[in-house]
Nanobody
């Protein structure tokens, strides 16, 4: 079993930055595709970004492209999301997820591709 714990959320002004972390325990997730999803108030859960096991391949939702960067440190079994130029509409609970099959297809934009989930961390952007 893999346990995922997010941290780094908080309150930030529009235009500011935050860095989220997701620490994995229980198993090494080097071969797992890892992703970030978010769910804003009154909204459905939506894909943010995913990254391959090696870190060599990434994919982003259009709404965060060129503002957010997903990365991972396999030595630390940790996933990151650097969020810059934050907007009010980025306000959401951000959750990390792990896909043990290491998929890298368009399907990995779907939450159903992921077996393991963290509890989420709140990001609030004030306008």
């Amino acid at each position: 079993q893999v346990q995922l714990v997010e941290s780094g959320g908080g309150l930030v002004q529009a235009g500011g930055s935050l860095r989220l972390s997701c620490a994995a325990t229980g198993r090494t997730v080097t071969r797992y595709t890892m992703a970030w999803f978010r769910q804003g108030p009154g909204k459905e859960r939506e894909f943010v970004a995913f990254i391959s096991g090696s870190g060599g391949s990434t994919d982003y939702a259009d709404s965060v492209k060129r503002r957010f960067t997903i990365s991972r440190d396999n030595a630390k079994n940790t996933l990151y999301l650097q969020m810059n130029s934050l907007k009010f509409e980025d306000t959401a609970v951000y959750s990390c997820a792990a896909d043990r099959d290491g998929g890298l297809t368009y399907y990995n934009r779907n939450y159903e591709a992921y077996e393991y989930w963290g509890q989420g961390t709140q990001v609030t952007v004030s306008s």
